[in-house]
């Protein structure tokens, strides 16, 4: 079946000397895989490899076979060139960071607009905001509404997160858990939108460990997780 779709690519990987696999959140059909055959010894082919870096937002046109296997690619355009994201070297950070972290998470090979459209619109004010660098905190936590575990709200006095309950307690529990100063700032983090994290000053070293709780969340959650490991490279960018 031949499909118009728009796209952000989250990989790819070369294939054999002269072909690409990449893998690809599609707005009709969720996770898709696509082999592009010759892509990388073709100069006047129409796909171009530089089509295919992390987060791109574009519309395919696909022939879906939907039985599991590869699918193929027959035209594609850009639909929202960036301006600031492959260029920023904290922001091509964020995006290698991300990009690996959405690849882990996201396993449906099924439609949903909603997520879709969150990743696209958070990926266009990434792009053109200078603020950014709480993003990825706030992003990869409203992510979790759209994989089925966002944290409950919070009690106001509750102290600690419970990341395998994912609820907020009173007090500790055996489980790994957000304590002291990062409870405080997690809290802050829920209910906002991007343009309200200027409000919120996290220090480097809270930053760190709080990113650390919440790959552990998604690692708890999530089966088949993978640590990303573009984290390091992350920390050292923003140090």
């Known amino acids: 079946m031949q499909v118009t779709t728009k796209a952000i690519i989250l990989s790819s990987l070369k294939y054999g000397d002269t072909s690409l696999i990449v893998k690809a959140f599609t707005q009709s059909d969720g996770l898709k895989s696509y082999l592009l055959k010759g892509v990388l010894a073709s100069k006047k082919g129409k796909l171009k490899t530089a089509y295919f870096q992390p987060l791109t937002q574009l519309e395919l046109t696909a022939s879906h076979k939907n039985k599991g296997t590869l699918e193929t690619i027959r035209e594609v355009k850009v639909l929202y060139p960036y301006k600031t994201l492959h260029t920023n070297i904290v922001k091509n950070s964020l995006v290698l960071f991300l990009a690996e972290m959405l690849g882990s998470s996201i396993q449906e090979e099924q439609q949903d607009t909603g997520l879709y459209d969150y990743l696209e619109n958070s990926f266009r004010w990434l792009d053109r905001n200078e603020k950014i660098a709480d993003f990825h905190l706030l992003f990869l936590v409203n992510l979790t509404k759209f994989l089925g575990f966002y944290p409950e709200e919070s009690e106001g006095t509750a102290a600690y997160f419970d ?77």
Not at 171 to 192: H, Q
Not at 202 to 231: D, Q
């Open 163 to 239: 990341l395998l309950e994912g609820q907020f307690v009173s007090s500790p529990t055996l489980n790994p858990l957000i304590e002291n100063e990062n409870t405080t700032y997690f809290k802050k983090l829920l209910g906002i939108k991007f343009d309200a994290l200027k409000e919120i000053r996290i220090t480097k070293g809270v930053r760190e460990s709080l990113l650390k709780s919440v790959i552990l969340y998604f690692e708890l959650h999530l089966h088949g997780f993978r640590k990303p490991k573009s984290l390091a490279v992350l920390n050292a960018v923003f140090d």
